[in-house]
């Protein structure tokens, strides 16, 4: 069946510096993309979304790019803070539904 | 504006029990939804309200009913509690479910339930 995968569980960063997760997807029709933080004991936060027609979208201190070539996904985070720990999701739409990926956990060391 | 909401916030069931999970939201959304979170997988759907008056089922229904009870409540219910639900429960809400629109879903805190 279709699915939404994370290429790496975990990420450690230094306070400063960037982050950059990725997601691979396989449904080529899903037409929206989403990334969501969701931080300890509480629901998933959306973060920025990009639609299957455009390739970057920008947001404050983050950034999406869509490569639908090879149906990868990533999220930039610039200067990282530790408020950015969480585990964060990407989720494709099609129709009514959201598929998530597994998560990654990112961790940002002061 | 407190979002959506959800209770209880924690549940302890014994197999065979029955329960129900509500869910409010007041952000005048039409479309609501039930998703599961199980340790070290994503958010999968259970079922899905598209508007006031509708239910579908998501990717998981097994074992679920669900209720629209009006346009800001949508309740989950488990009829026999198995372990294999125990998980934490989010309800979900987004403006409209076209399929189409950039519809961005507002979760809620989580329901911890755990089958003995």
């Known amino acids: 069946g279709e699915s939404v995968g994370l290429h790496l569980p975990t990420l450690s960063v230094q306070e400063g510096d960037n982050s950059i997760i990725n997601c691979a997807y396989s449904n080529s029709a899903s037409d929206y993309f989403i990334w969501y933080k969701q931080e300890s004991g509480k629901g998933p936060q959306f973060i920025i979304d990009i639609r299957s027609n455009m390739d970057k979208r920008q947001g404050q201190r983050v950034t999406v790019l869509l490569n639908k070539t090879v149906k990868h996904l990533s999220l930039q985070i610039a200067a990282t803070q530790p408020g950015d720990s969480a585990v964060y999701f990407c989720?494709?739409?099609?129709?009514?539904?959201?598929?998530f990926g597994q998560g990654t956990i990112l961790t940002v060391h002061p | 504006n407190a979002g959506v909401t959800q209770t209880p916030k924690f549940q302890v069931l014994k197999t065979g029990q029955s329960m129900t999970l509500q869910c409010a939201q007041d952000m005048n959304h039409n479309s609501m939804y039930w998703y599961r979170q199980d340790p070290g997988m994503g958010l999968r759907l259970i079922y899905y309200s598209a508007s006031e008056g509708t239910t579908d089922k998501g990717e998981v229904p097994n074992g679920y009913n669900v209720s629209r009870l009006n346009k800001r409540e949508f309740s989950l219910r488990l009829e026999s509690a198995a372990p294999s639900q125990t998980s934490v429960y989010f309800c979900a809400s987004s403006e409209w479910a076209s399929g189409i629109s950039t519809d961005t879903q507002y979760f809620g805190p989580g329901t911890r339930l755990t089958v003995l």
């Open positions: 989720a494709e739409l099609s129709l009514l539904k959201l598929t």
